[in-house]
Structures are given as structure tokens and as C-alpha cells.
């Protein structure tokens, strides 16, 4: 069935270093990947997208990269700062049925100064 | 932040009762997606508008439904809420297939 598995759920790092979040998707349909950042109280904010016909994409300290033969995507951030501190899901855009974004179940990341 | 805009903020119902949504969507958006987020979890998908038609549905009963107008607004409508129905409820704007922008959500809460 349609499927997001993200991990960890919580990641704890300290100011400056990097941070990596890994989402695995089930559809080998699925042709497009957001991620948002969800502050305590706030909206989901996309941070930043690729489609599958992409392998990785940049976005200053903001970085995600696909595999498409393992169905695997991930976010890097690096340089981390104490406003990253967030919850942060990935998504996957399932092929054949519009725009139906599947959500992973968010990793909540804390940036220790 | 984005153009897209909810209300109400929040809202206080009974079991039972019936509910309506509102949704703007951000200038130039054709398309808006409802999303359900329970606490704690990712937004699940209920359905989507585009063109004043449903596109496509996530697993949600039919007492879950929504219109789109020609502004390209829509509504959520729940009817015979249950406790369960208690989420933040998130609606996405985007132009057909393009990245969705989501608005600042209605609280519902079912006692």
C-alpha cells in the first residue's frame, strides 16, 4: 500500500553540525518530494522539493538527494542553527492520483546552542 | 508566510454536529488540497479540488466532503462529527501538479 516511513523521529544535535533525516516511499510511481518544517503551533512550511527526475538538489545549508532504484530520499542540513529546531516531514506525491501528498510520521529536531 | 488563508482558527463542536471550513487559496492557485493532522502525526490526505471537481480522495468516509468555487475557495464539510474528527485541519493551495502551500489550519476539537 501507499506508504512513507521517515526516521529518526527525534534528532538532537548541537549548534553547527549536521543533521540528516531518511524517508523511504513505497510507490515506485511517486514522482515528486517535498519537505516542510513545522514549528510548534504553525503551519507546514515547505522548505524544500525535488522530482524524480532529479538526484539531489541544494538550497543553501538546505540539501535532498533521491534514489530512485532504492526509493529513498533524505534532507541534509548543515551548519545547523538553534532556529532549525522544528518538526520536519517528508512527502511523497503518489503517481497516478493527482496531488496526493503521503506524509512520513515527522522527525522533531532539536539544535542544542 | 503564503497567501493561503483558513477559517475559522479554531472551533468547538459536539458529537454530531456538523462543521464548514473555509479555505483561500494564494493568487494564481487553481488547485486546493485538504489535509487532517492529528496531534503528533503527519497531515493525512482527504481529498483534492481542482476545477470545482474533486481530484482524487484519501481514505476519509463520505461523510467528509468539500466544494470548490470559482475563485478557486473551497469548503470542507464533515457531517455527524465524531471524537475521533478532534485535529487540526490544513488546506494546501498549489497550481495543477506544482508544490502545495499549506495555510495556518482550523483547530477542531469534538467533545
Known amino acids: 500500500g501507499e506508504n512513507v516511513e521517515q526516521h529518526p523521529s527525534t534528532l538532537s544535535v548541537q549548534e553547527g553540525d549536521s543533521a540528516v533525516i531518511k524517508c523511504t516511499y513505497s510507490?515506485?510511481?511517486?514522482?515528486?518530494f517535498p519537505w516542510y518544517k513545522q514549528e510548534l503551533g504553525k503551519r507546514p512550511q515547505l522548505i524544500i522539493d525535488i522530482r524524480s527526475n532529479v538526484g539531489e538538489k541544494k538550497d543553501q545549508r538546505i540539501a535532498v538527494t533521491l534514489n530512485k532504484t532504492a526509493k529513498h530520499f533524505s534532507l541534509h542540513i548543515t551548519e545547523t542553527q538553534p532556529e532549525d529546531s522544528a518538526v520536519y516531514f517528508c512527502a511523497a506525491r503518489m503517481g497516478n492520483q493527482g496531488g496526493k501528498l503521503i506524509f512520513g510520521q515527522g522527525t522533531e529536531l532539536s539544535v542544542k546552542p | 508566510e503564503t497567501g493561503v488563508t483558513q477559517s475559522p482558527t479554531h472551533l468547538i463542536k459536539t458529537r454530531g454536529q456538523q462543521v464548514t471550513l473555509r479555505c483561500s487559496s494564494q493568487s494564481g492557485h487553481n488547485t486546493v488540497s485538504w489535509y487532517q493532522q492529528a496531534l503528533g502525526q503527519g497531515p493525512q490526505f482527504i481529498f483534492q479540488?481542482?476545477?470545482?471537481?474533486?481530484?482524487g480522495r484519501g481514505n476519509f468516509p463520505p461523510r467528509f466532503s468539500g466544494l470548490q468555487f470559482p475563485n478557486y475557495s473551497s469548503e470542507l464539510n464533515v457531517n455527524a462529527l465524531e471524537l475521533d474528527d478532534s485535529a487540526l485541519y490544513l488546506c494546501?493551495?498549489?497550481?495543477?501538479?506544482?508544490?502545495?502551500?499549506f495555510g495556518p489550519g482550523t483547530r477542531l476539537t469534538v467533545l
Open positions: 479540488y481542482y476545477r470545482e471537481e474533486e481530484n
Open positions: 494546501a493551495s498549489s497550481i495543477t501538479g506544482g508544490s502545495q502551500y
Open positions: 510507490d515506485s510511481a511517486s514522482n515528486y
